[in-house]
């Protein structure tokens, strides 16, 4: 069985970023900005409360502490600094779920953060010391490093398949600043290929094997709520209910 999860909560201060509440039918569970790539404390409870009115789980989605470049920027960080800067933002997010009478789902490291995890066993360790607290299940992407590194330490872990992003020959996801409008339909076929066969083609052309226990779909994506009417439409028979 299959989730729709998006990436949202992504707004800060009076800048908007993608139409959440237009997204919110189409998802199962919503990562929510933790403030250190984007949102605030305003948006961050928000989003939680129009999560809690469509019925939508909500995971933590923490990143490098770099809000300028929207935590799409790689740095240097040691795995003690990135625990607790992690434990911070993950801490923030899970006081408003209490507020509001919600549980925390999950934990998906953002962008920069996200693929650093599948090939540095530091930072993949790091993420696993402040899941430790939580205790929630981690999302990822199938065949990585950080797959390794979290269910070796006992966490169970969510392999993610990405409906808006393009993938390396090696099947590693190519992580842009800026994310580009997709075809839906052309989405939706990928999903639909992905949860089928598990695989999916790369932009040099070949088929690398993929995960799909969950479909990402970002909200800054420009037309994020056409691929995911599309994507819920496509795998709509796979879907684990709400």
Not at 128 to 149: C, E, S
């Amino acid at each position: 069985m299959v989730v729709i999860n998006c990436d949202m909560g992504e707004a800060y201060g009076l800048y908007k970023m993608g139409d959440d509440r237009a997204l919110m039918p189409h998802i199962d569970v919503a990562n929510v900005a933790c403030g250190f790539h984007a949102s605030d404390f305003n948006h961050m409870r928000k989003t939680v409360q129009l999560a809690k009115q469509f019925g939508v789980k909500v995971g933590a989605h923490p990143s490098l502490p770099d809000l300028q470049g929207f935590g799409r920027r790689e740095m240097k960080i040691d795995r003690e600094e990135l625990t607790n800067c992690l434990l911070y933002q993950i801490g923030a997010l899970k006081a408003f779920l209490d507020a509001e009478g919600m549980p925390l789902n999950h934990i998906k490291p953002h962008g920069a953060l996200y693929g650093m995890a599948a090939r540095n066993e530091n930072i993949a360790e790091a993420i696993a010391d402040a899941a430790d607290v939580y205790k929630v299940p981690l999302l990822g992407m199938k065949g990585t490093l950080h797959q390794m590194v979290y269910e070796r330490r006992g966490h169970t872990f969510v392999a993610e398949y990405y409906a808006d992003l393009d993938y390396n020959a090696d099947g590693s996801l190519i992580i842009t600043r800026e994310h580009e409008a997709k075809d839906p339909a052309d989405a939706a076929s990928r999903c639909t290929r992905a949860v089928n066969e598990g695989k999916t083609r790369s932009v040099a052309g070949n088929d690398v094997l993929v995960g799909a226990d969950s479909i990402c779909i970002h909200s800054d994506t420009p037309n994020a709520v056409a691929i995911a009417h599309a994507v819920r439409e496509a795998v709509r028979p796979y879907l684990t209910a709400r």
